[in-house]
């Protein structure tokens, strides 16, 4: 049986369509609250450490073509803590990090560039913009990604594949005009941010 010309075109289109729609949308919004954040300020007199778990975002991974990944990951400014409550009050107050007037710390990741395997784990540079405090800058973030396909099951009980991002990475509070060159001798202008992330891509 010959099928007609038109009907034949549709379905190489679809087939077509199919194949070139395989990136995944992860959602970084973890239901078990494991998902944080660590920040590190090295200063000459105090050393302050802390951390963040109010994340959330979705980000774009086909893993036959990682450098199309793409995507936002969103930070909850007040969910920024610190051990000692005085300095967290601080932190969020309107000379710092003035978590009611900038609720959110952002990264939009552009690209991923310098892609290397090493075993299972992709090895790359995210290229996106950085937003705190309503002020954006372009920064290069050296990242691990681990796609760990059909494995959602074991972390959150539901079928379908992870993605898990590491990285470590410094920015300066100077460039986010955090208290710029203020109380560099207990608050240093370098923040060490490190980060284990785990996106679900649930199974449609």
């Not at 552009?110 to 913009?129: P, V």
């Amino acid at each position: 049986m010959i099928m007609p010309l038109k009907f034949t075109l549709t379905i190489i289109l679809l087939l077509g369509s199919a194949f070139l729609c395989t990136a995944k949308p992860f959602d970084f919004k973890d239901p078990k609250g494991v998902n944080s954040i660590i920040f590190q300020m090295d200063a000459p007199l105090e050393s302050i450490n802390g951390s963040a778990d109010g994340i959330s975002g979705v980000v774009s991974f086909d893993p036959a073509k990682p450098e199309q990944t793409s995507g936002q990951i969103i930070l909850d400014a007040s969910s920024l803590h610190v051990g000692n409550n005085v300095l967290k009050e601080h932190m969020h107050g309107k000379e710092w990090m003035n978590v009611v007037k900038y609720p959110s710390i952002r990264f939009n990741l552009s690209k991923l560039t310098d892609i290397k395997k090493k075993g299972m784990d992709l090895l790359a540079l995210a290229e996106g913009k950085m937003t705190i405090r309503n002020i954006t800058t372009h920064i290069q973030v050296p990242v691990k990604l681990t796609y760990l396909k059909d494995m959602l099951i074991k972390r959150n009980r539901v079928p379908g594949d992870l993605l898990v991002i590491r990285a470590k990475f410094i920015v300066k509070r100077d460039d986010y005009n955090i208290q710029k060159g203020q109380n560099l001798e207990k608050v240093a202008n370098d923040i060490e941010i490190s980060l284990n992330l785990a996106g679900a891509s649930p199974d449609q």
